[in-house]
Every structure is written in C-alpha cells, then in structure tokens.
C-alpha cells in the first residue's frame, strides 16, 4: 500500500495527470468510473485564486466520488501561493499539488510551471510557503530540470521532501523539450532509487498501453504512474493496465456500446456541472478522441459537434452504436497540443 501523508492508496496506484481543459469533474468522472486511484483538478493559478478570477474558482469543484482528489495550483510568488493554499483548503481536497513542470509560455514567462526549474531555491521556498499554510499533504509535479544541460530532478527531490512535500510527481522530459522526443525514465528510477528519498515516487510521460506500463514498473521501480494523454478518449486506459499487471491478460476492447455509453455519461456530467448550453459546447472537444480510429466516422462527429441538445446527440450516439456494432478501432492515443497545458498537462 502506498501513503501520502494520512491517503492510502493501492500497491502501484494510477494517477490522472492535471491537464488543462480535459481533467475537469466530468472528465475525472469518467476516468474514475474506469479505475484511476489519484486524480487531480487542472491547474489552478494562484494569483487568479487571489484575484477571485471566476474559472479559476470553478477549478476548485470537487465532488465526493472522486476521493481521494487533489486540487494542483501554480505560480512563482511566495505569499500568492501561500494564501492560495489556505483557499483551496476551504473546499477540503485530500491533498495540495503544486505545479512545477508546465512548459507553456505564457506560465513560464510569469515564472511559474516548469520556469521556477530555473530557481531551485525560489521552488524550496514557493513549496515551503504552501506547506507552511496547510494542513494537508503537499505534492509536487516537476520535470527533469529546464534543458538538457541543467538536469537537477535529484537535488529538487532531496530539497522538497526535505520542505515537507509528501510525494513527486515527475514528467521524463525537461522544459526544453516540451512533448516533443521520449520521456527518459532513468533519472526518474534514479530518483526512485536514492536511499535519502523516502516519498513516493510517480512516474509521468509516455504511458499509453498496458504492457509499457507494466515494462516501466519493472524496468523503473517507481511507485505508481500518472497517465494524461493516454487517458483523453479512452479513460479504459486504467483497469485496462490494472487487469494487465494482475494477470498478464490484455483486456478485450470497450465495445461500440460501452464507448457511446461512457460518452453518454460525460456529457450528462458535463451539463449537470456547467448547464445545458455550455455543457454542451465544450463536450464538442471531446467527440474526436472518443471516436478516433472508426472509419467514415466524419458525418456522425459533424452531427455531434452541430446540435445543442441532449436528445438530438443521444439519437447520433444510437446511431453510431448500430452502425459500428461489433467493430474494433485501432487504438491511437489522442494528440497533444501546446494549448492544452499538462502537465499543465500531459503525458
């Protein structure tokens, strides 16, 4: 069993990486239903907590399924991210992560994300500011360090355990390298492996089967994985490794009728949280990866992406269940852009 702070979780857990405009409760819904242990909500700013910025409160939704569920924010100001804290406490998340890794510009520039890789000790002390104003465990998800020349995930591990953080999240790449080449796992089992370290030890980027998770988890050692872009369209991504690593078996393929119905649930989820019509508009982002890999799949998307009311989208999703009844897509994992932050979001 693995601990962080006073959270059991199982032997091995999975984590649902924070990914900007994905990993919201609808989405987490899903993921949750279909085996992640750990979600997290997207990232959150601090000085947009502060400034009662209204999407920044709405990040802060968390509902009881969804535990144990850990609220991430980010930013590069000490007493920003210390009040932060103490507001995200009020609505009682299981834990508070902090976000080190995302490379995105436009939080980079503002010296948060993955910029504060530049300033070891302005992490120590942002990451001691949050654990100072909380009383809940404190995580942090990093990357291996700015570029290739200025690695230093090892010394940031032995520092933020040292300041109170009771888990690491760590994505395989450096700033530099934003999505781009393969995540390097060995200086996550070295971080895994340094006998000072005595947090958890999660493992992010590149995870997208059954069998490479299980390959890392033996190859790494770390104690769990977080999955991210794996998981859009396809949160069977998680039991799917679960009954891997148990028995070795790969599970059969979510029927046409188990896609449709999950599609189904998250988007009544999705209008149950932001109402009908916004519920409905931002589901649209979601149609393409649920779908990928069905052919002449264009005319039923198009209908999904055009109507603005339940019925009219669980009449398509009644005609794609007939229509593609017994077929088996390829599996392709959904791609990642640059807007949609990750780590800020993925992996």
Known sequence: MIKIGDIQLPDFPLLLAPMEDVSDP??????????????????????????????????????????PV???????????????????????????????????????????GAGVLKDIDLMVRLTKAVVNSTDKPVTVKTRLGWDEASINI?????????????????????????????????LIAKVKNNPRIQIPIFGNGDIDSPQ??????????????????????????????????????????PTIQQRTQVIRKHLQRSIEWKGATLGILEMRRHYTNYLKGFPHIKEYRNKLVTFKTF?????????????????????????????????????
């Not at 590069?76 to 609505?91: N, P, Q, R, T, Y």
């Not at 760590?170 to 995540?183: D, L, N, P, V």
């Not at 009644?318 to 979001?345: K, L």
Request: with cysteine; net charge negative.
């Open 212 to 253: 490479k998770a299980l390959e890392y988890k033996n190859r790494y050692d770390v104690d769990g994985i977080m999955i991210g872009r794996a998981a859009i369209g396809y949160p069977w991504i998680f039991n799917e490794v679960k009954h891997f690593i148990k028995t070795g078996e790969t599970l059969p393929s």
């Open 70 to 112: 850990g609220i991430q924010i980010f930013g590069g100001d000490e007493e920003a991210m210390a009040l932060s804290a103490k507001i995200v406490a009020a609505v009682n998340p299981d834990l508070v992560d902090i976000n080190f890794g995302c490379p995105v510009k436009k939080v980079v520039c503002k010296g948060a």
């Open 311 to 347: 019925e009219e989208i669980d009449e398509v999703l009644n005609e794609i269940a007939v229509r593609y009844d017994g077929f088996v897509p390829e599996r392709i994992v959904a791609a990642f852009s640059a807007s949609q932050t990750e780590e800020c979001a993925v992996m």
């Open 26 to 67: 609808p989405f987490r819904a899903v993921c949750k239903d279909n085996g992640a242990d750990l979600m997290y909500t997207e990232f959150i700013s601090s000085e947009g907590l502060i400034r009662d910025a209204i999407k920044s409160r709405q990040k802060l939704d968390i509902f009881e399924y969804e535990r």
């Open 154 to 186: 090892e010394e940031v591990a032995e520092r933020l355990q040292d300041v109170g953080i009771k888990a690491l999240s760590i994505h395989g790449r450096t700033r530099s390298q934003m999505y781009k080449g393969e995540a390097d796992w060995r």
